[in-house]
T-cell receptor
């Protein structure tokens, strides 16, 4: 089946550091990828929709200058958390959408900012 | 504004019995619904979906029921197995699933051996 690889799976870094998370669709081309954030015992909150070759569409309340998204190819989208602070600590998950509309999720990235 | 709600945060069921997970939505524009299963520190995995033109979809031990008038869907797992223990999320979308997914808050299912 379709596989989405997300890397790294875990990041621990100091406050003020910028962190880049990669999301790759391994066996299909994804014109659209999605980035979610999950707080403990809460839902997956959609942060932004990443479209290949164009600017990402951010959900209300998500700072686009804080969470930079780049979707440079049909198989890769990156999320960069700039100048991360402890409140940015969370579980970030990406998904990639196939042409038929099915979404496949990565295994997530646990981000811990000290 | 939580458009997709799962009002039961947890559910415990005996092995072999039926598990019923519920989900309610508020947006009448949703026409495609999905259930995902999630283990800790992993991404969600797709279980089953249903289009609004149907009221039931079955796949092995999993059946999803949709009541459009009540804006309610449910996932039935029968018989429940210990390996089914996980967090289950329902999700809703528009335009037959080509639109973004809106997730519920999840229900933690524990199947007791």
């Amino acid at each position: 089946g379709a596989v989405v690889s997300q890397h790294p799976s875990r990041v621990i870094c100091k406050s003020g550091t910028s962190v880049k998370i990669e999301c790759r669709s391994l066996d299909f081309q994804a014109t659209t990828m999605f980035w979610y954030r999950q707080f403990p015992k809460q839902s997956l909150m959609l942060m932004a929709t990443s479209n290949e070759g164009s600017k990402a569409t951010y959900e209300q309340g998500v700072e686009k200058d804080k969470f930079l998204i780049n979707h440079a190819s049909l198989t890769l989208s990156t999320l960069t958390v700039t100048s991360a602070h402890p409140e940015d600590s969370s579980f970030y998950i990406c998904s990639a959408r196939e042409v038929n509309g099915n979404q496949h999720f990565g295994d997530g990235t646990r981000l811990s900012i000290l | 504004d939580q458009q997709v709600k799962q009002n039961s945060p947890s559910l415990s069921v005996q092995e072999g019995r039926i598990s019923i997970l519920n989900c309610d939505y508020t947006n009448s524009m949703f026409d495609y619904f999905l259930w995902y299963k999630k283990y800790p520190a992993e991404g969600p995995t797709f279980l089953i979906s249903i289009s609004s033109i149907k009221d039931k979809n079955e796949d092995g031990r999993f059946t999803v029921f949709l009541n459009k008038s009540a804006k309610h869907l449910s996932l039935h797992i029968v018989p429940s197995q210990p390996g089914d223990s996980a967090v289950y999320f329902c999700a809703a979308s528009r335009a037959s699933g080509t639109y973004k997914y809106i997730f519920g808050t999840g229900t933690r299912l524990k199947v007791l051996a």
